[in-house]
């Protein structure tokens, strides 16, 4: 008697140090499993994944410590975990009606449908229990009510960088936002684009983003923002009458009109191209931090500058239609083109302008010279590219795919086979 009270008070505390080990082997049906690096994705919740993984959702949580467990994983973060079993289908969270409600609406049968959720029978009231419906060929997720398809563009999402979202069937009711600001959504048959930007100064972290239809919150997910490096750069203008803030103001309210106009369609196809090919050099990249004549380094550079000589051309980078073609007193000589979905990309400081406006331009068409006029120090290119109001990295957005991925012609199946 003695002796077995000794036992177990020697082992019980060893037992106590096992659960609470993080990955502890005693969580995982492989004793090696000490878990591996996953790169979470939109849909993707402590739920799905614990179905995915068959390791109960507290438990994984647990498996990676420095994670909030209250919080969804983040899309875009990378997070540890035990062996993908690979499940299909999606995960729902019925108001009301169970499965029963499910069944009717997937054409499915109610039967199969409950015993594959181990209910005994399909009348069973279900509130708010996450629901499997089985089937597909795209991992288990869990999507916004209605939705079939739900993806984000390829790609890290840093500060000044732009990110895009498909969701089908297509819905123009929803509304995207990420924290607080509006994504720029459009539907055509086939699905429906929410297009983002983040600025410059935006905050690196976790931002949340969320999808409602008319007043009801349908989805949300944290979403991750990588940090990036950025330059410094001292800039001095000594024209005192370019620096005027109300000349300033005024040409900037002038644009920002034009920028919030968003044709609902993409105009154009495939990828976008560099709009110069004969440059020196890229003297200024997108979201250098500039200080200007000594001052704070408050502002950030809204473009990519290419040094180039006098007279180059500077051809469009991508279908589009003319909306400004004339100087500006900051800007210089400037076309600004709008690509659709709100996506407008403009050139300035040019020595000469050869588009009018409203003339629709294919990728190449030539658009002006390369000059020094505006508030310019030598001659180049400065090129932007705004999505709404938000500046964003041009040069990142040729390497990124968001442009091909975004193209009429990207359709991917979103189709659920028949159980
Ligand atoms: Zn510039």
Avoid: C
Avoid at 113 to 133: E, R
Avoid at 336 to 353: T, V
């Amino acid at each position: 008697m003695i002796r077995r009270r000794i036992l177990i008070t020697a082992v019980l505390p060893f037992i106590f140090l096992v659960l609470i080990l993080p990955g502890a082997a005693a969580y995982s049906a492989d004793e090696d499993d000490t878990g591996e690096p996953y790169v979470a994705a939109l849909g993707d919740t402590w739920e799905t994944l614990a179905r995915r993984t068959g390791m109960p959702a507290e438990d994984l949580a647990r498996y990676n410590l420095t994670i909030n467990p209250q919080r969804q994983p983040a899309a875009g973060s990378t997070i540890n975990l035990p062996q993908i079993r690979g499940q299909n289908g999606r995960l729902l969270r019925p108001l009301a009606g169970g499965s029963l409600a499910i069944a009717a609406t997937n054409g499915r049968n109610p039967w199969t449908l409950s015993l594959q959720n181990d209910l005994a029978h399909p009348y069973s009231p279900l509130l708010y229990v996450p629901f499997l419906l089985p089937g597909g060929t795209a991992p288990l997720r869990e999507l916004p009510p209605g939705l079939q398809h739900l993806s984000l563009a390829p790609g890290a999402i840093t500060p000044g960088s732009a990110f895009a979202l498909r969701a089908s069937p297509p819905d123009p009711a929803l509304q995207f936002t990420l924290d607080t600001l509006p994504l720029t959504v459009s539907s055509t048959n086939e699905r429906t684009v929410a297009l983002g930007a983040t600025g410059a100064f935006f905050p690196p972290g976790q931002s949340l983003l969320a999808i409602r239809s008319g007043i009801n919150p349908l989805w949300e997910q944290p979403l991750t923002i990588n940090n990036r490096q950025w330059t410094w750069e001292e800039v001095t203008f000594t024209n005192a009458a370019v620096l005027d803030p109300e000349t300033l103001q005024q040409e900037r309210e002038r644009l920002q009109a034009i920028w919030d106009e968003v044709t609902p369609q993409a105009m154009w196809q495939g990828e976008f191209q560099t709009p110069i090919t004969d440059y020196i050099e890229i003297s200024s990249y997108y979201g250098a931090r500039r200080s200007v004549n000594g001052g704070p380094y408050s502002s950030y550079h809204e473009g990519t500058d290419y040094s180039a000589y006098g007279g180059t051309p500077v051809r469009a980078p991508a279908a589009g239609k003319v909306v400004l073609a004339e100087p500006l007193a900051i800007r210089g000589g400037a076309v600004i083109l709008d690509h659709g979905l709100g996506i407008h990309s403009g050139y300035y400081h040019l020595s000469a302008i050869h588009v009018q406006p409203r003339q629709l331009v294919e990728p190449g068409d030539l658009l002006g010279e390369v000059g020094t006029t505006g508030r310019s120090t030598g001659n180049h290119l400065h090129w932007d590219l705004l999505i709404g109001r938000t500046w964003i990295d041009g040069y990142a957005w040729l390497e990124q795919g968001i442009d091909e991925w975004l193209s009429p012609s990207q359709i991917e199946d979103h189709r659920l086979p028949e159980q």
